[in-house]
């Protein structure tokens, strides 16, 4: 089965630094990748996704994540983060085969942007 | 506007009572997805559909039931067979091509 992993819980930074919240994925075949944001009480807004090509892909609100084939990483960044990025962020991959329309999350990471 | 629309968005029940979350989208998309969050954890995975009149369980199905009669419409139930209904519920859809899963803004059930 496919499945990704966010392997810290929290991520602290301060404003005007970069950030990277990391992901590892494990999936048979070419992976579908994504990047979800989540305010409190609010559903996952789309950030950025994987499907071809570069290795780079850029999303929404100055976020980009580069795809790392032999690491099997999906780390999402931003070169100056902004305490509005405060959230909770999930990456997820889409099945392959009979299951392409399933989903796996991540465990979430909390992103902590101080003053 | 496309989009989801997840009603109500607090919904209060009693014990023993069964309730029904409503899920409909305009985006025509073919799969449609219900997802419980807990506090401080990621996304279990409770049904989906990926085409009209046909559902799969997810990981965490018991208690719970929906129906996919129309493509825009996805109910969930929540039974009382759920002993822990409260959480934050999502229901998202996506199309039959490698795209993303658009999400809802949710409803959080509380049992009192």
């Known amino acids: 089965a496919q499945s990704v992993a966010q392997p810290e819980d929290q991520v602290n930074v301060a404003e005007g630094n970069p950030l990277t919240v990391k992901c590892t994925y494990s999936v048979s075949g070419n992976p579908y990748l994504f990047w979800y944001v989540q305010y409190p009480n609010r559903g996952l807004q789309f950030l950025l996704k994987y499907i071809t090509g570069d290795n780079l892909v850029k999303g929404s609100y100055g976020f980009e994540a580069e795809f790392n084939k032999s690491q099997t990483s999906f780390h999402l960044k931003k070169p100056s983060a902004l305490v509005s990025d405060s959230a909770l962020y999930f990456c997820?991959?889409?099945?392959?085969?009979?299951?392409?329309?399933?989903?796996?999350f991540g465990s979430g990471t909390k992103l902590n942007v101080k003053p | 506007d496309g989009g989801i629309t997840q009603s109500p968005k607090y919904l209060f029940r009693k014990e023993g009572q069964n309730v029904t979350l409503s899920c409909e989208q305009n985006?025509?998309?073919?799969?449609m997805y219900w997802y419980r969050q807990d506090p401080g954890q990621g996304l279990r995975l409770i049904y989906y559909s990926q085409i009209v009149n046909d559902f799969q369980k997810g990981d965490i199905a018991e208690g719970y039931s929906v129906s996919r009669e129309k493509k825009e419409s996805f109910p969930l139930t929540v039974t009382s067979a759920q002993k822990n209904p409260t959480a934050f519920y999502l229901c998202?859809?996506?199309?039959?091509?490698?795209?993303?899963?658009?999400f809802g803004q949710g409803t959080r059930l509380t049992v009192v």
């Open positions: 997820a991959v889409r099945d392959v085969g009979d299951n392409f329309n399933k989903f796996y």
């Open positions: 998202a859809s996506t199309v039959n091509s490698p795209g993303f899963a658009f």
């Open positions: 985006l025509n998309h073919d799969a």
